[in-house]
């Protein structure tokens, strides 16, 4: 059974900086990992994940050039460091596993962590 558990939510102010955790528990080395945000009112969106078939990342163009993802299999951690937060990045955070691997489709991601929230005041 696959466990995600997030870390490293909370508040910030605009301009600051965060950095998500993800512990993941069970075989996961060959899945993929990715990162959405879900604000009130609003859908849960990708934000950065890794692409299939190779090192390459996709990020949204909302954080695009803010936010980098990164994963240590030793530690079976993936991470998002966050920077030059925004008001508009205030969401719950989630890490989530597709067990296919590496992808950007929705649809593919099956196990899901908790959620941290991540508040970016003005």
């Known amino acids: 059974q696959v466990q995600l558990v997030e870390s490293g939510g909370g508040l910030v102010q605009a301009g600051g900086s965060l950095r998500l955790s993800c512990a993941a528990s069970?075989?996961?080395?060959?899945?993929?990992m990715g990162w959405f945000r879900q604000a009130p009112g609003k859908e849960r969106e990708l934000v950065a994940a890794?692409?299939?078939?190779?090192?390459?990342?996709y990020y949204s163009d909302s954080v695009k050039g803010r936010f980098t993802i990164s994963r240590d299999n030793a530690k079976n951690t993936v991470y998002l460091q966050m920077n030059s937060l925004k008001r508009e990045d205030t969401a719950v955070y989630y890490c989530?596993?597709?067990?296919?691997?590496?992808?950007?489709?929705?649809?593919?991601?099956?196990?899901w962590g908790q959620g941290t929230q991540v508040t970016v005041s003005s």
């Open positions: 989530a596993a597709a067990p296919l691997g590496a992808t950007i489709s929705v649809s593919e991601y099956r196990y």
């Open positions: 069970g075989r996961t080395a060959s899945y993929g």
């Open positions: 890794f692409r299939r078939g190779g090192s390459s990342t």
